[in-house]
């Protein structure tokens, strides 16, 4: 168990619906990190937040969109989902902004129908 | 921004050879260069790292070595066993700016007994 929780493991949905992703980050650690992982891709960074605001900003889409709330967990949102989306969704986590001690998630598999 | 190129994208090896993954990254500021090491369906795992003021670092059958004037990075893995079957990812990010690592595409290690 790394300590980086995330949340539902698995998740199958229909096109055009919404999605909520959920991770808790390693106690102690302040910045999240959304990563995807499409079949045969690397890992595509989506977005940061640090103790509650977006630090950094990556290839994330318009219909995408996520927050760290105030106990450090942070949520990942998609909506108007197409197939195309269908992917391993990793959350990571580190003690601050420029720690590079990065700890992964098992991920969230989305499947979209 | 950053680019990472990871090379080969497969590598086929028997069991006791070693093995050699190399990447080159576009950023001279880039000053930390970690990899990781993936099973199926399962989270990345950080293995080794190297920071831009070492040429190279050991730890037991893996080693990472870094040549910053051509900026490149390799890992080696000795001995293989075949639980190093994986797939492996180099990274490379850089304080004073982004903090986020650029990752590679990866590259599957399969170990043959």
């Known amino acids: 168990d790394s300590g980086v929780t995330q949340t539902p493991k698995h998740l199958i949905t229909a096109t055009g619906q919404r999605v909520t992703l959920r991770c808790s980050p390693r106690?102690?650690?302040?910045?999240v990190y959304w990563y995807q992982q499409s079949l045969d891709q690397g890992l595509q960074f989506l977005i940061q937040y640090y103790n509650g605001e977006e630090r950094a900003k990556g290839n994330i889409l318009e219909r995408f969109s996520a927050q760290q709330f105030p106990d450090l967990h942070s949520e990942l949102n998609l909506s108007s989902l197409e197939l195309g989306d269908s992917a391993l969704y990793f959350c990571?986590?580190?003690?601050?902004?420029?720690?590079?001690?990065?700890?992964f998630g098992s991920g969230t598999r989305l499947t979209v129908v | 921004g950053e680019n990472v190129e990871q090379h080969p994208s497969t590598l086929s090896v028997q069991e006791g050879d070693s093995a050699v993954i190399k990447c080159t990254y576009s950023d001279s500021a880039s000053n930390y260069f970690p990899w990781y090491k993936q099973e199926l369906g399962k989270r990345p795992q950080l293995i080794i790292d190297i920071r831009s003021n070492v040429g190279e670092k050991k730890d037991q059958r893996i080693a990472v070595t870094l040549n910053k004037t051509a900026k490149h990075f390799s890992l080696h893995i000795t001995e293989t066993q075949p639980e190093d079957s994986a797939v492996y990812f180099c990274a490379a990010s850089a304080t004073g700016g982004s903090y986020i690592p650029t990752f590679g595409r990866g590259t599957s290690l399969i170990v043959h007994p």
């Open positions: 990571a986590s580190s003690a601050g902004p420029g720690d590079y001690g990065y700890t």
């Open positions: 106690s102690g650690d302040l910045s």
